[in-house]
């Protein structure tokens, strides 16, 4: 299992930043990151963007996209990736790297999608990433998997070739 300190580890080594967009997870990726001493150094932060309306007005989301496919979709998650690198810019500078994701924890579905169904999405560059997850369990475990599926792409993203 890919840690949290060996991701910011990597994102430090490369010298890159990252934020992180939070739907499901509702910042326990951000918390995980920023659990490592030194994090600061490559976490600018994160935005939690529970309620759809939020995706769009923090993190420009295109409203047309959500209205047509709701939040939980792997376009709406590589969106909010690349929204979140803007929306927290330092001194005009985006993230290097934008982490999101979106999801249905449960207990009940959600726009027609059931509980257990991720996109964790990656933008960097021109690059982006989506990976679509079918997770079992209760809230918690799907939330907590989440993170660690989220860490588990972005390290595989550090570490390997990149387009």
């Known amino acids: 299992m890919i840690t949290a300190a060996q991701v910011v580890h990597e994102l430090d080594r490369q010298g890159l930043t990252i934020a992180v967009a939070e739907s499901l997870t509702g910042g326990l990726l951000a918390a995980e990151l920023v659990s490592v001493p030194g994090a600061s150094s490559v976490v600018v932060g994160g935005v939690v963007a529970y309620q759809t309306p939020v995706k769009n007005s923090l993190l420009h989301v295109p409203a047309d996209l959500l209205a047509t496919r709701g939040a939980v979709d792997p376009d709406v998650a590589v969106a909010m990736a690349s929204g979140v690198r803007r929306a927290l810019a330092v001194d005009g500078k985006a993230a290097d790297v934008g982490l999101a994701t979106t999801g249905v924890a449960g207990p009940d579905p959600q726009?027609?999608?059931?509980?257990?169904?991720?996109?964790?999405?990656?933008?960097?560059?021109?690059?982006?990433?989506?990976?679509?997850?079918?997770?079992?369990?209760?809230?918690?475990?799907?939330?907590?998997a989440t993170v660690s599926e989220s860490l588990s792409m972005l390290h595989d993203w550090l570490t390997g070739p990149r387009e």
């Open 111 to 144: 726009d027609g999608h059931a509980p257990g169904t991720v996109y964790v999405a990656l933008s960097a560059g021109g690059e982006a990433r989506v990976t679509r997850l079918a997770l079992e369990g209760d809230r918690e475990t799907i939330r907590s």
